[in-house]
């Protein structure tokens, strides 16, 4: 049997789709993988920003378009990538596996940081949040690749990328600082994998389920979750980390207004991903106003 995986064709992606691959023959020796790279609204146009162009749909919708025609039999994903709701037709099969969720300073050090530091990045959510520890930043949007961004570097004073993109890539950039949750907390699903094919397609997600990580999956549940009850994406700075303390799920969350002044967090524990997330993100909305924040960022 020949499985059509359907992927972006940045090295990061084809990198998560290899991976992908090789977990699939772990489990499925008589399996072979054949990639299918697709173009995306988000890889096609690199100037506009994240925001402009559709927020976290604009590196998925295509790929996902691919197997809901039959071009494709399977589509690899980063999580963070992935609007909160499922698109109709098609089943979130598998997330099997997570690297290191945080962002990484590269260039300079948190700490080092001088006043009024120039900062290169393409996410809302990573200039509101650091702005509100140091309002004295000021930033730079960033768009394109991981080694696109790494060449920014000598024209700011730092670049802000996911720290699972350079150890997934094998890069190791001569000054990096990889921020704590507690300075920045992660993008919903960051570092995650996630798998997605056609619901009726029985037979492959019960092959998938198999590369399935199921700590994982309930950590990445739980902040979807969260996100899905919230109702935004990459359009507003809201922010998601779950890990698993013994049985239980505790998820961190924030909401900010776009210019950092305000920045509210919540948090909790449960034994249910989906009912936690719901349960932070009305925290958040009905007892910290992070409804009335949302507003403001229309």
Known sequence: MILRIATRGSRLALRQAQRVAELISEISPEIESETVVISTVGDRDKKTSLQELGGQGVFVTDVQSAVLSGKADIAVHSAKDLPAETSPGLILASVPE??????????????DLPKAALIATGSIRRRSHLANLRPDLKFQDLRGNIETRLLRIDDVDAVVVAKAALDRLDLNPERIDTLPVSILLPQVGQGALAIECREEDSEIIKMLKKTEDQKVRSAVD????????????????????????????LLKASIASKD???????????????????????????????????????
């Not at 997570?98 to 700490?111: E, H, I, T, Y």
């Not at 739980?222 to 013994?246: D, I, N, Q, T, Y």
């Not at 958040?284 to 229309?298: A, K, S, V």
């Open 98 to 111: 997570r690297v290191d969720p945080r962002d990484a300073l590269v260039g300079c050090s948190w700490d």
């Open 222 to 249: 739980a902040e979807r979750s969260f996100l899905a009850e919230v109702g935004s994406g990459c359009s507003s700075p809201v922010a998601a980390h779950a890990v698993l303390k013994k049985e239980e799920i």
């Open 260 to 298: 950092g002044v305000t920045l509210i967090k919540a948090e909790d524990s449960g034994i249910d991903a989906k009912k936690l997330g719901v349960k932070v993100a009305n925290k958040l909305l009905n007892e910290e106003g992070g409804d009335r924040l949302l507003d403001e960022n229309l």
